[in-house]
Every structure is written in structure tokens, then in C-alpha cells.
């Protein structure tokens, strides 16, 4: 099987081995991803994996063409990505928010930084 599910043969060496798809079908495969990811976050669903009856319930002509436009492992890459960049900018919400309120409590303290 080559690279996406419509063009598996067009994306076989002649070894057998697999041809990376171009700029064209890497550029069709990053607008269905973000066809389907707007579709999710207006239905409040983060991860499409764990919730994956939901999101094809809400959005399924998006993921439709999402998986026809990327490969298995893509689609897959893509939403485990999603759901890791979100824990990633909460966790730096959390320490920004936490470092502002110990500066507070040092400045309250008469520490100053000069």
C-alpha cells in the first residue's frame, strides 16, 4: 500500500520500496487535516482517537476526506499530535501562571530584582 489510500500504486518503487508523496499531496493530506480539526473544535472534541464514534458522528465528511487524503499512519500521527500539543500549552498555561503568582509573593516579600 503506498502513501495514501487513492494512490497506492502510483507511490511504489519499482523495488517495492515506498515513494514520499510530493508537495501536492502533502499539501491536500494538511487541508483535510484542517478541515477536520476546525470541525472538531466547533463540536469540543480533542481527541479523535478516544472519542472516535463522536467525531465521526459530528464530522464525517471532513474525516472522510482527511483519511482519503493522508496515509493510516499520518491520520493517526496527526491526531495523537493534536492532543499532545494541547497537554503541552495547558502545562506551559500552568507553569506561566504559577511562576507569575511566586513572583507576586516575592515582590509582596520586599525581594526585588536589581
Known amino acids: 500500500m503506498g502513501w495514501f489510500s487513492w494512490?497506492?500504486?502510483?507511490?511504489?518503487a519499482s523495488d517495492g520500496g515506498r515513494i514520499a508523496p510530493?508537495?501536492?499531496?502533502?499539501?491536500?493530506?494538511?487541508q483535510g487535516r484542517d478541515m477536520f480539526f476546525s470541525c472538531l473544535d466547533r463540536n469540543d472534541i480533542l481527541d479523535a482517537i478516544k472519542d472516535d464514534?463522536?467525531?465521526?458522528?459530528?464530522?464525517?465528511?471532513?474525516?472522510?476526506?482527511?483519511?482519503?487524503?493522508?496515509?493510516?499512519a499520518w491520520?493517526?500521527?496527526?491526531?495523537?499530535?493534536?492532543?499532545?500539543?494541547?497537554?503541552?500549552?495547558k502545562t506551559i498555561e500552568r507553569i506561566k501562571?504559577?511562576?507569575?503568582?511566586?513572583?507576586?509573593?516575592?515582590?509582596a516579600q520586599g525581594w526585588s530584582s536589581r
Open 53 to 72: 464514534k463522536e467525531a465521526r458522528r459530528k464530522c464525517g465528511k471532513e474525516i472522510a476526506e482527511f483519511e482519503t487524503a493522508c496515509s493510516r
Open 7 to 12: 494512490s497506492s500504486d502510483t507511490n511504489t
Open 75 to 89: 491520520v493517526k500521527y496527526f491526531k495523537e499530535k493534536r492532543v499532545m500539543e494541547y497537554n503541552r500549552d
Open 22 to 30: 510530493d508537495r501536492t499531496s502533502r499539501e491536500q493530506c494538511y
Open 97 to 107: 501562571k504559577e511562576d507569575a503568582a511566586q513572583v507576586q509573593d516575592l515582590k
